[in-house]
Each structure stands twice: as C-alpha cells, then as structure tokens.
C-alpha cells in the first residue's frame, strides 16, 4: 500500500468529531435516550471520543457499548466466523432508545448492513443512526449515514486508512493506493 495523501490529521480528526457530537445532540434533542455502539476495531474509539465529547458539552453520561459484526459478516465462510467472533457489549437495553452506529469508514455498506442485524439480535431499537469519520463512496448496499466527518470521492484501487491513536500511535486519515 502506498500512501498518497493526508486527508485529516489529528486536529481535523477532533474538528470533525466535534462537529458531528453537537449534531447528534441537535439531531436527537438531547442526549436522553440514546445509546452509542462502536463498531469493531475503530468504531470504538471513536464512539468513544463521541461519548466524551457529549459529557464535556452536556455533562451527560452516554451509554457506550461496542460490536463485533462478524457473525453477520458475508464474507466470511460459516466455519470461521466461529473462531473470528469476539463479543458484543450493549451497556444497557437498547430497546427504545436510538442507536447510535459508529465506524471509521463507509465503503460499500455492508459493514453497516452487519451491524444492523446485530442490534436487532439483541433489541428492538427506536431507530438506528449512523456516524462515520470518513464516507467513500462504492455503496453496494442502500445506506446512508447520519453524521460525516469527511466525504472523500476514492477509486476502487484506492482504500482509506484511519490511524488512531489507540491503535497507531498517531491520528490521521490518508488515501493509499492498493499496490
């Protein structure tokens, strides 16, 4: 994979999720019943930094939970989902309340497709909202997010690549080429 070019750094990265924290509170008249998943790997932190960007604006505590969507993945032959699966964790009942689905990139929609199924594994949500850092386009699948922290318009031999401070040392988002 070669990198091209810088997308967002760290400070874009907190812009953006900023922004998108003041429109989920703005969309959602508040924070009372909604709950935040983070979709594995990078989903979670992200939520994460949604959930503490709510409690620094609102002074709220948000329910944060996370998902594993390999069970639901269709990728992945029947045999090896088992030995793949890791655990969902819902910090509460998520029946009723808005869900709030957050990933670091949306590509075709099947991630999204996943973790939809997911939820409705365990609950019956008042409504599903998607929040993505970045959204690239190439949907396979009818999805739209909510909330966008970028769009980047990519070609099928490009792929996104979200580093997170959690997992990369560094934040940043950059456009590769796939060699």
Known sequence: ?????????????????????????????????????GIKSRGIPLAQRLCDNIKSFEGKEVPLGSLDITLHRDDIPAEKKKILAGNCHFPCDITDKTVILVDDVLYTGRTV?????????????????????VDRGHRELPIRPDFVGKNV?????????????DFDGEDGVYICDIN
């Not at 990265?13 to 003041?22: C, K, N, S, Y």
């Not at 997911?118 to 909202?129: H, L, M, N, Y």
């Open 1 to 37: 994979m070669t990198y091209k070019a810088q997308i967002l750094d760290g400070v874009a990265i907190g812009r953006a999720l900023t922004r998108i924290t003041h429109e989920i509170i703005e969309r959602n008249g508040g924070v009372e019943d909604i709950c935040i998943l």
């Open 113 to 133: 497709r996943a973790a939809i199924e997911s939820v409705f594994e365990f609950a019956r949500p008042k409504a599903i909202q998607l929040a993505v850092l």
């Open 153 to 165: 318009p990519t070609s099928k031999g490009e792929v996104i690549k979200v580093c997170l401070e």
